[in-house]
């Protein structure tokens, strides 16, 4: 519990950081993401998914993408699911029109619960491909949640950390992002994510407003 305690001070202090720095991002976005989410729990150890996404650009005036993903998830243990997934996106790129790029990413999410606060760390690799060009990154995510052990309605914060594994320094985040939300469970098999996400990068910022409905069967 104390090394777990030790990490979540420390995403807290990076998360002190990027707030103070957002405040100097000149190039702000208002942007919307909208996703359909569909799990089927195949046993109790594995499960796949699926997920078509819209994205909005440049304050709502544009289109920025749509994506397709597919994947699926092991339980290796209680604490601990291990997941693949592969995407696709076609994007708006302005004046050079529509095009696609994908992507493959390899996940481990470690969930820890006490009491009514449940605490997960995911570690993801990505790797993604576009146009003969290649681009590979480690996402570290903590969320904390309340979890309680009746009701429907659940808040979290989620700190993300962007590292690039190219040509730049290991430690230079290439992006954060910083997301409260809600997650409602609607019905057996309907659930609800409503959030807003801050996407901190050093060239501009983004403000997000999502929206996700998941189905599961």
Same mark, same amino acid.
């Given at each position: 519990?104390?090394?777990?305690?030790?990490?979540?001070?420390?995403?807290?202090?990076?998360?002190?950081?990027?707030?103070?720095?957002?405040?100097?991002?000149?190039?702000?976005?208002?942007?919307?993401?909208?996703?359909?989410?569909?799990?089927?729990?195949?046993?109790? %150890?594995?499960?796949? &998914? $699926? @997920?078509? /996404?819209? =994205?909005?650009?440049?304050? *709502?005036?544009?289109?920025?993408?749509?994506?397709?993903?597919?994947?699926?998830?092991?339980?290796?243990?209680?604490?601990?699911?291990?997941?693949?997934?592969?995407?696709?996106?076609?994007?708006?790129?302005?004046?050079?029109?529509?095009?696609?790029?994908?992507?493959?990413?390899?996940?481990?999410?470690?969930?820890?619960?006490?009491?009514?606060?449940?605490?997960?760390?995911?570690?993801?690799?990505? %790797?993604?491909?576009? &146009? $003969? @060009?290649? /681009?590979? =990154?480690?996402?570290?995510? *903590?969320?904390?949640?309340?979890?309680?052990?009746?009701?429907?309605?659940?808040?979290?914060?989620?700190?993300?950390?962007?590292?690039?594994?190219?040509?730049?320094?290991?430690?230079?985040?290439?992006?954060?992002?910083?997301?409260?939300?809600?997650?409602?469970?609607?019905?057996?098999?309907?659930?609800?994510?409503?959030?807003?996400?801050?996407?901190?990068?050093?060239?501009?910022?983004?403000?997000?407003?999502?929206?996700?409905? $998941?189905?599961?069967?």
């Amino acid at each position: 519990m104390s090394r777990i305690l030790l990490n979540t001070k420390i995403w807290l202090l990076m998360l002190l950081l990027g707030v103070v720095s957002s405040v100097y991002a000149q190039d702000d976005d208002f942007t919307t993401w909208t996703k359909f989410k569909i799990n089927h729990k195949i046993d109790s %150890q594995f499960s796949v &998914s $699926g @997920d078509v /996404e819209l =994205r909005t650009k440049d304050d *709502l005036n544009k289109w920025d993408r749509w994506g397709l993903t597919v994947g699926g998830d092991y339980r290796a243990y209680s604490f601990l699911k291990l997941g693949v997934a592969y995407e696709t996106h076609l994007r708006d790129l302005g004046d050079s029109g529509w095009k696609f790029r994908h992507r493959y990413h390899l996940s481990a999410t470690a969930s820890f619960r006490y009491q009514w606060l449940k605490v997960s760390l995911r570690e993801r690799f990505q %790797q993604t491909f576009d &146009s $003969g @060009d290649a /681009e590979t =990154r480690l996402r570290s995510r *903590l969320k904390l949640s309340y979890a309680p052990t009746k009701g429907i309605v659940s808040p979290y914060f989620s700190v993300e950390l962007y590292q690039s594994l190219d040509d730049a320094p290991f430690w230079r985040a290439a992006r954060m992002r910083y997301r409260p939300g809600v997650e409602l469970n609607l019905a057996k098999r309907w659930s609800l994510d409503v959030f807003y996400c801050y996407q901190y990068e050093p060239s501009k910022g983004k403000h997000i407003a999502g929206i996700e409905v $998941g189905y599961s069967f």
